[in-house]
């Protein structure tokens, strides 16, 4: 239950499916449609019996990972943003009102809460991004070492510039044939200042997204989860690019608690998520962006952004 049905926005696309020539999947779409938290059945014996569990027990409806991380961050209401960080990130809002933009994945209506439209942002090389230079450049060196000497740096690690579209670019420009790139080198630079460029080509890449929601999506808190958690020099960076506060909640495995969420909401031990977010899910701390920081990273954020406009006449050809 993502984008194909809208419990109330005239359940499913099926003017979509003529105009692809997908008629056909119209008869294979479930005719009993389940949000989550509400209880799918009751588990059966077979099921049980494989799993260890007592025959019977409530089955609960659940959802795709991010979606389901939202919930465990407590991202419900509209202005909410969910970071979900990994080998790629998602950036997942809930929306007052449908929100449609040029690279901009949604608007889904009743995905995870009914009535709140989800919009969606993706990069789908971030954490990947890191670890490849991690293994070919610095295998012997540590990531607390990393971090810390990157940090020593100033925002634009001595003029680095680094495009994170390492396997293309989903949002905002939808491009999969987008690629990475590592412009300014001197002999003067690091492993460090390489380091430092390419994390912040992927906080670049989040503000960029944070921008192309535009006008009609604010966001007012953002959430992370993810492995960039673990990382302060990481978190701060991409507080200080967007200018904007992050919250880490203490329980870091958003998508487990989110499931958990919804398990109790089926159980009947709250009425609805929102209720048991707010009694589950607790903010460990915030992290405030430098704003000085924020300001330093506007000409290098203009230069990202034009980056990408002025590789695409170079790339190969295979």
């Not at 958690?229 to 329980?251: I, N, Y």
Request: net charge negative.
């Amino acid at each position: 239950m993502r984008w194909h049905y809208q419990t109330d926005h005239g359940g499913w696309p099926v003017s979509m499916l003529d105009r692809l020539g997908l008629s056909d999947l119209k008869d294979r779409w479930p005719s009993d449609l389940v949000a989550p938290g509400q209880v799918i059945g009751p588990l059966t014996a077979d099921a049980a019996g494989h799993l260890g569990l007592r025959a019977g027990t409530p089955v609960v409806q659940g959802g795709a990972d991010a979606f389901i991380g939202m919930i465990g961050l407590g991202v419900t209401q509209p202005g909410d943003l969910a970071l979900i960080t990994g080998s790629s990130h998602l950036q997942l809002g809930v929306a007052a009102h449908p929100v449609h933009a040029p690279g901009v994945w949604g608007t889904y209506m009743d995905c995870v809460y009914s009535g709140r439209p989800i919009i969606e942002g993706g990069q789908t090389s971030t954490g990947s991004v890191i670890a490849w230079f991690k293994r070919n450049f610095a295998e012997h060196t540590d990531f607390d070492t990393l971090n810390a000497q990157a940090a020593s740096l100033p925002p634009g690690a001595e003029g680095l510039l680094a495009v994170d579209h390492f396997q293309g670019n989903r949002t905002p420009h939808t491009d999969a044939l987008a690629r990475g790139a590592i412009t300014g080198l001197s002999l003067k630079h690091t492993p460090a200042h390489v380091y430092r460029a390419l994390v912040e080509s992927i906080c670049l890449g989040t503000r960029a997204i944070v921008e192309a929601f535009g006008g009609a999506f604010t966001a007012r808190r953002i959430v992370v989860a993810g492995g960039a958690t673990r990382s302060p020099f990481w978190l701060q960076v991409h507080a200080d690019t967007l200018g904007l506060p992050l919250e880490l909640t203490e329980e870091t495995e958003a998508q487990a608690l989110g499931s958990a969420i919804l398990a109790a909401v089926g159980a009947g031990h709250f009425a609805d998520i929102d209720s048991a977010c707010a009694a589950m899910v607790r903010t460990a701390r915030r992290i405030e962006p430098d704003m000085a920081a924020h300001a330093a990273y506007a000409p290098i954020y203009a230069r990202y952004v034009a980056a990408y406009h002025a590789l695409k006449p170079l790339r190969a050809t295979e």
